[in-house]
T-cell receptor
Framework: QQQVKQSPQSLIVQKGGISIINCAYE??????FPWYQQFPGKGPALLIA?????SEKKEGRFTISFNKSAKQFSLHIMDSQPGDSATYFC???????????FGQGTELSVKP | DTEVTQTPKHLVMGMTNKKSLKCEQH?????MYWYKQKAKKPPELMFV???????INESVPSRFSPECPNSSLLNLHLHALQPEDSALYLC??????????????FGPGTRLLVL
């Protein structure tokens, strides 16, 4: 019940296309859903995060869509660029445990 | 300054060695974390310190020993490691516990190879 399932495992998108990564969870106590971006040789960095009181959050080319009833959330990267090529992790947290539960990651490759 | 620094960047050690990883942050954060990350896998939580007290230990083997000497420093002492412990060790910090919605800042990691 503590798991966060992420798909796809890898994704290839053409430059200018839309990248979509999906995550699903079971624990209804989760109330914080961040996305982290990790480049090779670097630590993960927070990209964008959402709370379940909103269904969508947009920051520049990055949008989180949140479906509370389905217990799913997704990351959309509009106008994908080669510089977006990285591994993306969704995560979930709650004030009950204090820790983040990470998804398995998606390796995104944006082709020029 | 939102930087978490980690030293060393790379470490090679034998199974009988004792070594330490160091992590430092000057953001005034009160929660600090150690994660282990294998290639193409998510970060795996090992330990959480909150206000310099160990609050979460994810059943990590005793050959890993964390220490939080003060609010800015976090150490991970390594002893009698196994080759399967080879991984990227990430330190992170957040103002308060990350699960409640605090941004977690990661360091660049220490790449450890156990021979």
């Amino acid at each position: 019940q503590q798991q966060v399932k992420q798909s796809p495992q890898s994704l290839i998108v053409q430059k200018g296309g839309i990248s979509i990564i999906n995550c699903a969870y079971e624990n209804t106590a989760f109330d914080y859903f961040p996305w982290y971006q990790q480049f090779p040789g670097k630590g993960p960095a927070l990209l964008i995060a959402i709370r379940p009181d909103v269904s969508e959050k947009k920051e520049g080319r990055f949008t989180i869509s949140f479906n509370k009833s389905a217990k799913q959330f997704s990351l959309h990267i509009m106008d994908s660029q080669p510089g977006d090529s990285a591994t993306y992790f969704c995560a979930a947290g709650s004030n009950q445990g204090g820790k983040l539960i990470f998804g398995q990651g998606t390796e995104l490759s944006v082709k020029p | 300054d939102t930087e978490v620094t980690q030293t060393p960047k790379h470490l090679v050690m034998g199974m009988t060695n004792k070594k330490s990883l160091k992590c430092e942050q000057h953001m005034g954060h009160r929660a600090m974390y150690w994660y282990k990350q294998k290639a193409k896998k998510p970060p795996e939580l090992m330990f959480v310190y909150s206000y310099e007290k160990l609050s979460i230990n994810e059943s990590v083997p005793s050959r890993f020993s964390p220490e939080c000497p003060n609010s800015s420093l976090l150490n991970l002492h390594l002893h009698a490691l196994q080759p399967e412990d080879s991984a990227l060790y990430l330190c992170a910090s957040s103002a308060l516990l990350a699960g409640i919605g605090e941004t977690q800042y990661f360091g660049p990691g220490t790449r450890l190879l156990v021979l």
